[in-house]
């Protein structure tokens, strides 16, 4: 190399690493006004993430991407980067701010469920009036001071609370009496699979997309989720889509990341009764969908609520997926009744999930109608765009084209 090659060399180094060192500054004095933006958001009882703005601000930054030439694609993965750490950030702000004046009850960072935008019933009053107590996987909650000792909940009964809780995410309302459709693959397997889903489940009308990150399989050797790169998929899916997302979360330590880019947290029915993971999501911001355990009484499901609940959350809707009985026609069994028996022992919602309740996709469509019959306020299918493929729990898959016959079923969920 001749001396004045290696000069230039060097010249166009100098200038990267001055304009590298302009990028780092810029994202400080971001950093810096997104901690100021957190304490108004505490001090207007508003929620760390709103959904719409992060629509809004990837939609500013690949516009602005695409004026200056830049790959519109580039940008919104960098932003989205930037947004999740500003996510974390302020999560991590919020709780040692709660720390710090744990001595104030009233104080507390977390509000009490009465006073959280998302906890209002189904007649518009707030959901519950009880303030929670700070989450400690180790602290027991307290109980309300009304109510009998003679039972494992109360929080979430209806005897607490005889208004229905509705629970809103992003425009979706979920038990304000017009079911929603939930669906999307068992797991998340690649870009095109979890876009093309996505698409489909839009254009069904339905008003959640799902898609499995962290998998719970009963052998090792099986596929066990695509974890944080998958979340990164579902979340680009939702935004591209404009369909709030949810996926499962399997254990404490992963909350947090799977809070910063899920709209809705599900805990599965292998884990209902995972006490620490119930603490851990009553202490998260996004609203929980809980699943039955599949050897669970619907006690044992409400009490397990009352966990969330009591650590912080008002916003929980349950999942009943099915339960093991002697037969083995099926892979559970659906308990159907469990609709209105929950339905009459608690104000929280109750969805329906019969691809995991039969484990066979023909029999799926007249469970849903059945569920939607009995009063369920939701239903959660999965389905692929090649069930014949799918990484998991393809058996029970509906191919994305069954979606558009079950979308007429369901109202537009918005509220
Ligand atoms: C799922 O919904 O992906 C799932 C694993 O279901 P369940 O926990 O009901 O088995
Ligand atoms: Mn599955």
């Not at 596929?223 to 399997?250: C, H, K, M, S």
């Not at 029915?269 to 993971?277: K, V």
Request: aromatic letters at 4%.
């Amino acid at each position: 190399m001749s001396t004045s090659t290696l000069s230039s060399l060097q010249e166009a180094r100098t200038r990267i690493d001055e304009i590298n060192q302009r990028v780092i500054e810029l994202l400080a004095e971001r950093q810096a006004v997104v901690d100021e933006l957190c304490d108004v958001k505490a001090d207007t009882g508003r929620a760390i993430r709103d959904p719409d703005r992060e629509a809004e601000l990837i939609g500013h930054v690949r516009d602005a991407a695409e004026e200056a030439g830049l790959p519109p694609d580039l940008a919104e993965a960098l932003f989205d980067e930037i947004l999740e750490h500003s996510v974390q950030r302020q999560r991590q702000r919020r709780d040692s701010s709660s720390e710090e004046s744990a001595d104030e009850p009233s104080t507390e960072a977390r509000r009490p469920a009465s006073t959280q935008p998302d906890a209002v019933s189904r007649n518009g009053t707030a959901s519950s009036p009880d303030p929670p107590t700070p989450a400690s996987t180790a602290e027991a909650a307290t109980p309300p001071d009304d109510v009998p000792t003679d039972r494992a909940y109360h929080r979430v009964s209806r005897d607490h609370q005889p208004e229905d809780t509705v629970v809103h995410v992003g425009d979706v309302a979920i038990g304000d009496g017009s079911p929603i459709l939930i669906a999307g693959p068992c797991s998340v397997e690649s870009r095109d699979q979890i876009l093309r889903s996505a698409e489909a489940v839009a254009a069904a009308g339905g008003h959640l997309l799902r898609g499995g990150c962290f998998k719970p399989r009963t052998s090792p050797y099986s596929f066990q989720g695509r974890g944080e790169e998958g979340l990164t998929l579902l979340a680009e899916a939702g935004r591209r889509f404009d369909i709030p997302v949810i996926t499962e979360v399997l254990a404490p330590g992963d909350v947090a990341a799977v809070a910063a880019r899920a709209d809705v947290l599900q805990i599965g029915a292998r884990n209902m009764q995972n006490f620490p993971l119930l603490k851990a999501v009553g202490a998260a911001d996004p609203p929980v969908m809980l699943k039955r355990g599949m050897m669970a009484s619907i006690d044992e499901w409400l009490a397990a609520a009352e966990y969330i609940v009591a650590h912080g959350n008002p916003n929980v809707f349950l999942c009943e997926r099915g339960i093991q009985t002697f037969t083995s026609a099926t892979r559970y069994t659906l308990d159907l009744s469990s609709v209105p028996v929950a339905q009459e022992r608690t104000h929280l919602p109750v969805v329906v999930d019969p691809s995991h309740a039969c484990g066979t996709r023909r029999w799926v469509p007249p469970l849903v109608r059945a569920a939607v019959a009995a009063d369920a306020d939701g239903v959660m299918v999965e389905a692929h765009p090649c069930p014949e493929d799918a990484l998991s729990d393809g058996p029970q898959s509906l191919p994305l084209s069954a979606l558009g016959h079950l979308g007429d079923l369901f109202g537009n969920g918005s509220g």
